[in-house]
């Protein structure tokens, strides 16, 4: 055991990584072994103990005590060997291993510390060793740091090692902390489980648990979980003995108490909910927070703040229980999906909630109506009730009750998040009941509408002579919350809302905004309505009408516009708006989507003149800076999580992308502005980049490129345009630069080929373009066209370059050379391209190698100098090719035989003892066939395999030699340089000396790879796995 010990100690510390890692495996698993051999052991020991002491007190001595005290010495003496051979391995393996660079064998050596840590305390639970797991806590690889936590687990999970862990604890406690925001997410998760180990042993303070209750608004669920656990069995669940209704409002107190914290954000709010909510089981009695609520505050000493925290942990509760997410993640966008189990789970729980809610939910919101705070979470409430048990409970009128008093919140506020939520479930009831319930949603959704209709125009007419247009904002939102959802086929409001733009000089950008926005959901609403299959042309010439008049309006507002940026006068809310809505109606009525259709008259195209009176709206707002702009309202938004310029760019992307609109103009443009707004900005572009050049022609795509590049270019000069010094260091030339390099980037691999035409149309035309106003455009070349010329071959490349310095003769260059600066070194860039190409051009147009020699060549002729030969420098011919192949399908006896006198040469050369000597091509005499050796048998051979299949020598790597190769041949044939005169003597003793790592002069003991004929690198110091801190190599 003490020499394989010893070998396995030595091996670990070799430098290749695979015998380490072997090694490692094998001492630790001995040491595992040994703990199990100690343990048994050390139970027979004990025994033995006890039964020495049961005879002690029958009797002083006799032979019985006499047989248990040798057997308790050789016990004692057999643990001792064994401890001290496990301490050898650790002291010669583990404490060398632990830091090795291969992070799975200092994962593996951590693992099993911690094995020998909990199976035998008696040795290992000491500081000697726990400081090692301790040390790996800062470790660089994640499996690791997993392999301590869990060790540190195993450990801590055993009350009776909690003593000796006090001062390993003390020491690396604000580690195991920090652990909890760790980099990796399963080594977080598992280090907060460790913490809360760590508290139920009370080894914790709660001031070191501080940062760990900011982890509860994690973007990570899996950190926020594992953190809502800690904190609810450390914090709410303390004093709670039971699941009576007392503790369950105590536990509500104490979520209350944390929520404070994050009570100024809403959605904070949603994320520590969504942590505690598996575990808290108050969060999930609706009958408590609903009897809390409805209940005097003052008697609960629950304040304001406490009040509208409990309503969104009520909303919160419902959405969870109804299966919604109530947090945002990056998986928000695809569909959830839930087993069998979980939807009966959720659809009790809806169940519950809703009957919870039947008699409670009117009497809330009559309570909470009047406040802004509250009354839209408890609106939404009724978007996931079950509605039919409202019949089933015969609560009918508590059904009508609550839509009556969500039509009283529709008026009473004007808020838009409180519109949109009185929409949104009045529109629930009348699509999702049932019977008389949906009649009376039906009824009372209709009576808003007419109510609304009603307050509008008393609000325009008090607007027109009083100057108050607060009312009308506030029913203009109204109104566009209730379009969303209801369509008001009512002519009058189609012309009141057009009167108000009559005149809309003195009106506020607001209410501009929302009468566009208002406008166009008419519209969009009259479109659908039209029979697809057969529709109305007295309609369908009605709808024209709206849409010219409304077009007219949208030019005036346009143009007022343009003159306020004009006058640096920066309208940003409605500038935003207004493209929106232009670029909406056009899809809306494209002609590209309604040509060909019944609905052929309403398609309409936007001119040129219009495309780039949008375009420079656009460029106004994409231009402006962001820092003092205005603050958006919240609704509505272009996309939800877009900023201004980001809407405004993907409105004018989905013209070009869907083909709405000409790609002619507005592409280019669009294309020109890839880099200078964002990373959104940039994947939008992106995005329609790809849709440009799949849907593009050749012809097209060339010029939407290079007028895309003269755009940047053009902006760049007028930026620079009077500076002085170097212009190539400007952010513009930098932008224009690197735009060239985007676009040119997405012609790469096989697309060179496909997109050539389009990438010579983008260089030529370049090339055209800076030579058009020398010197002053001819950076030009630098900036656009050189990226493109790198994409074709270099024939393409001469030519151009040819092209380009015959355009460049018709100048006086050295009139102004630092001006044609770009121009030389664009042409060096060119030649230098082409002086790269020239050697592979060289090697292409080269003659093929000699082929198959003719088979009538003689054997004799085989040694001769190959350079004499005309037959090998002229290569055969498709004739000869032809007669090759079919000799190859001819008779098959003849390749028998010529392997048969290979593998007889193979055998007498393997039993060779001496090498042949070889013997110089020059001095080759013609072979005697009658006194044949192993070298004369080679040539034999070699005559045969002319004569039948009409070719030169088998040289080494021949597919027929390969096949009948001994294996001590195979790897020098395959990979190694052998000359291709030796014979297979030869070749059979090379291949031993080559097998043999110590046959060199000098006797060294390192090892050449057969194949590479390389030596083979024994060093463990890869940079890559070096772990945190500095690793000490293996000894």
């Known amino acids: 055991m003490e020499k394989c010990m010893d070998y396995v100690i030595a091996l670990s510390c070799t430098p290749p990584r695979i015998f380490r890692h072997v090694a490692t495996l094998i001492g630790l698993q001995l040491v595992t072994s040994f703990v199990s051999v100690a343990k048994t052991l050390g139970q027979s020991r004990e025994t033995a103990q006890r039964q020495l002491n049961a005879e002690k007190k029958k009797r002083k001595e006799g032979p019985r005590i006499e047989a248990l005290n040798k057997q308790l010495s050789e016990k004692h003496e057999k643990i001792t060997m064994v401890e001290e051979m496990m301490r050898k391995i650790f002291t010669g393996l583990f404490m ?152 369950l409002t105590a536990q509500l107190e104490r979520v209350l108490r944390i929520l404070r914290e994050f009570c100024a954000d809403p959605i904070l709010c949603d994320y520590v909910i969504d942590a505690l909510w598996d575990k808290c089981s108050a969060m999930k009695d609706w009958k408590c927070m609903i009897t809390m609520l409805l209940e005097d505050t003052t008697s609960k000493e629950l304040n304001e703040e406490d009040t509208t925290i409990l309503v969104r942990v009520l909303l919160a509760s419902v959405k969870k229980s109804a299966g919604e997410k109530i947090v945002p993640s990056a998986e928000q966008r695809k569909t959830q999906t839930f087993t069998k189990a979980q939807r009966e789970v959720q659809e009790n729980r809806k169940k519950e909630m809703t009957l919870a809610m039947v008699k409670s939910h009117a009497k809330l919101l009559r309570k909470y109506l009047a406040d802004n705070a509250k009354v839209a979470a408890i609106i939404e409430i009724g978007m996931y009730m079950q509605l039919d048990l409202y019949s089933l409970k015969r609560q009918e009128q508590n059904f009508t009750t609550l839509l009556q008093l969500i039509k009283e919140a529709f008026f009473k506020h004007g808020d838009e998040n409180i519109l949109k939520t009185c929409v949104k479930v009045l529109s629930f009831a009348a699509s999702e009941s049932q019977g008389d319930l949906q009649d009376s949603a039906n009824q009372i959704l209709k009576e808003t509408a007419d109510d609304l209709l009603v307050k509008l125009r008393s609000a325009i007419t008090q607007a027109v002579e009083s100057e108050d247009e ?28 057009l009167g108000i733009l009559n005149d809309y000089s003195n009106l506020e950008d607001e209410v501009i905004r929302l009468v566009l926005l208002n406008v166009f959901l008419h519209l969009a609403w009259a479109l659908k309505s039209i029979d697809l299959d057969n529709p109305d042309e007295n309609f369908v010439k009605e709808v024209v009408t709206k849409r010219n008049k409304f077009m007219e309006q949208l030019q005036s507002v346009l143009q007022s516009l343009l003159e306020s940026w004009e006058q640096d006068d920066a309208r940003y809310i409605l500038t935003c708006t207004m ?27 936007p001119s040129k003149q219009e495309l780039q009176q949008f375009w420079k709206l656009c460029e106004h707002r994409l231009n402006a800076p962001d820092g003092s702009e205005e603050e958006i309202p919240e609704e509505p938004k272009a996309v939800e999580y877009m900023n ?21 103009y507005l592409g280019p443009a669009i294309l020109s502005h890839f880099m200078l707004h964002g990373k959104t900005v940039e994947e939008t572009v992106k995005q329609l980049l790809t849709q440009i050049k799949k849907h593009s022609k050749l012809e097209e795509l060339s010029h939407i490129y290079l007028d895309a590049m003269k755009r940047a270019y053009e902006r760049h000069m007028e930026e620079v345009a009077g500076s002085d010094g170097d212009l190539t260091r400007t952010e513009s030339y930098v932008a224009c630069k690197e735009l060239g390099d985007r676009l040119a980037g997405t012609f790469f691999g096989f697309q060179r080929k496909e997109f050539r035409p389009s990438i010579l ?23 656009g066209v050189l990226q493109f010329v790198q994409k074709l071959p270099a024939a393409d490349i001469k030519e151009i370059a040819a092209n380009v310095e015959g355009k460049a003769e018709e100048f006086d260059i050295d009139a102004d050379p630092d001006g044609w600066q770009p121009y030389s070194s664009f042409v060096d860039a060119l030649r230098e391209k082409i002086i ?30 190959p350079e004499t030969s005309s037959e090998e420098e002229s290569p055969p011919s498709e004739s000869e090719d032809a007669a090759e192949e079919d000799d190859d399908d001819d008779d098959n006896t003849p390749l028998f035989h010529v392997r048969h006198t290979m593998r007889r040469t193979a055998s007498s050369n393997r039993n060779a003892q001496k090498r042949p000597p070889r ?21 034999e051979e070699q005559e045969v395999s002319e004569e039948v299949f009409g070719r030169g020598p088998l040289s080494p790597d021949d597919p027929l030699m390969i096949g009948s190769a001994t294996e001590e041949q195979l790897p020098v044939m395959q990979f190694g340089e052998v000359d291709s005169n030796a014979t297979r003597g030869e070749l059979s003793k090379e291949t031993e000396e080559a097998q043999d790592p110590y046959s060199t002069a000098d006797d060294a003991p390192q090892a050449t790879s057969v194949r590479s004929k390389r030596p083979v690198s024994f060093s463990s110091d890869d940079e890559d796995d070096q772990p945190a801190g500095k690793r000490a190599r293996p000894e």
């Not at 009312?471 to 109204?478: D, T």
């Not at 983008?762 to 001819?778: C, E």
């Not at 190409?837 to 001769?864: C, I, N, S, V």
């Not at 013997?919 to 080679?938: F, G, N, W």
Request: with cysteine; charged share 25%.
């Open 644 to 664: 201004e310029k980001d809407a405004i760019v993907a409105c004018a992307a989905k013209l070009i992308a869907h083909d709405m609109v000409p790609k002619d």
């Open 96 to 247: 060398h291993r632990y830091r090795d660079v291969d992070p799975e064998i200092r994962q593996a050596c951590i693992s099993a510390m911690g094995c020998w840590i909990v199976s035998y305390p008696s040795l290992f639970l000491q500081d000697l060793y726990l400081k090692y797991i301790g040390w790996t806590l800062n470790d660089k690889n994640a499996a690791v740091r997993n392999s301590s936590i869990g060790a540190l687990q195993a450990l801590y999970a055993v009350d009776d090692h909690v003593p000796s862990l006090s001062l390993f604890s003390a020491r690396f406690s604000n580690r195991m902390v920090e652990m909890a925001d760790d980099v990796d997410l399963t080594v977080a998760v598992n280090a907060i489980g460790l913490l809360k180990q760590l508290l139920k042993h009370q080894l914790l303070n709660d001031e070191e648990l501080g940062s760990l209750f900011d982890l509860l608004i994690d973007e990570a669920p899996q950190i926020r979980h594992a953190v809502g656990d800690l904190v609810f069995d450390h914090l709410i669940a303390q004093s709670s003995e039971g699941e009576d209704d007392e503790d």
């Open 836 to 865: 790269r190409a020239e050697p592979t051009e060289r090697e292409a147009g080269r003659p093929p190698r000699p082929g198959r020699k003719k088979r009538d060549l003689k054997g004799k002729k085989l040694f001769e100098n």
């Open 919 to 939: 013997t110089p091509p020059s001095k080759v005499r013609e072979p005697d066939l009658t006194q044949a050796t192993s070298a004369e048998i080679t040539l």
């Open 579 to 605: 493209c929106a809505v232009l670029s909406d109606l056009w899809c809306l009525f494209s002609r590209a989507k309604l040509e060909g259709t019944k609905l052929q008259a309403l398609s309409f195209c």
């Open 470 to 497: 607060y009312s009308l904002a506030v029913n203009l939102r109204r109104l566009y919350q209730l379009q969303l959802a209801v369509n008001f086929s009512d002519n009058r409001l189609f012309t009141d809302l």
């Open 761 to 783: 149309g983008i260089v030529k035309g370049g090339i055209d373009f800076a030579l058009s106003d020398p010197p002053k455009r001819v950076s030009f070349l630098e900036v």
